[in-house]
T-cell receptor
Framework: KAGVTQTPRYLIKTRGQQVTLSCSPI?????VSWYQQTPGQGLQFLFE???????NKGNFPGRFSGRQFSNSRSEMNVSTLELGDSALYLC????????????FGEGSWLTVV | EDQVTQSPEALRLQEGESSSLNCSYT??????LFWYRQDPGKGPEFLFT???AGEEKEKERLKATLTKKESFLHITAPKPEDSATYLC???????????FGEGTQLTVNP
């Protein structure tokens, strides 16, 4: 059974640009959440989607947005990139809304220069 | 606001030297305490979910326990391949919003 798949794995962007990251959850999983991981702040929750609806949002500026499609695949977008957005962005999936077992992908490494 | 504190920040063990990692938490209502293992450059690997005080779960050389205020991850006779960062996280609501601790970086020397 394939795990959580994130693309791209690595990318470099320039300040002011925007970026879109993609996540395919484990087959049959309907809930997808996103996290940002940095050396200084650790792992921080961005947002969560279930059945194409955002159910929860973390304390990040509006430049960070996401969506979920009918096949449960999800994308997150960061607009007007800042140097501080450089991080590992992790996607996680869980079978239902209750989130008893939450599996992470390998992440997308974003470097903003 | 949920708070999760892990100790120690770093731990060096000799192969075969058992020890425990600590995760202290403050939540108004615990819906789950999660343990993950993370290798450098990779995403967190799910290990356990614990729900209520007194619960224990085991996987190979790892055993996780839960009290009302903290969780312990016991590592019995560790091997070098157990070297990784171990992350603890709590969930207060339904859904999959986790609050993570800073992690314990474990190094097991042969």
């Amino acid at each position: 059974k394939a795990g959580v798949t994130q693309t791209p794995r690595y990318l470099i962007k320039t300040r002011g640009q925007q970026v879109t990251l993609s996540c395919s959850p484990i087959s049959g999983h309907r809930s997808v959440s996103w996290y940002q991981q940095t050396p200084g702040q650790g792992l921080q929750f961005l947002f969560e989607y279930f059945s194409e609806t955002q159910r929860n949002k973390g304390n990040f500026p509006g430049r960070f947005s996401g969506r979920q499609f009918s096949n449960s695949r999800s994308e997150m977008n960061v607009s007007t990139l800042e140097l501080g957005d450089s991080a590992l962005y992790l996607c996680a999936s869980t079978p239902g809304y209750w989130g008893n077992t939450i599996y992470f992908g390998e992440g997308s490494w974003l470097t903003v220069v | 606001e949920d708070q999760v504190t892990q100790s120690p920040e770093a731990l060096r063990l000799q192969e075969g030297e058992s020890s425990s990692l600590n995760c202290s938490y403050t939540v108004s209502g615990l819906r789950g305490l999660f343990w993950y293992r993370q290798d450098p450059g990779k995403g967190p690997e799910f290990l356990f979910t614990l729900y209520s005080a007194g619960e224990e779960k085991e996987k190979e050389r790892l055993k996780a326990t839960l009290t009302k205020k903290e969780s312990f991850l016991h590592i019995t006779a560790p091997k070098p391949e157990d070297s990784a960062t171990y992350l603890c996280a709590v969930k207060e609501t339904s859904g999959s919003r986790l609050t993570f601790g800073e992690g314990t970086q474990l190094t097991v020397n042969p």
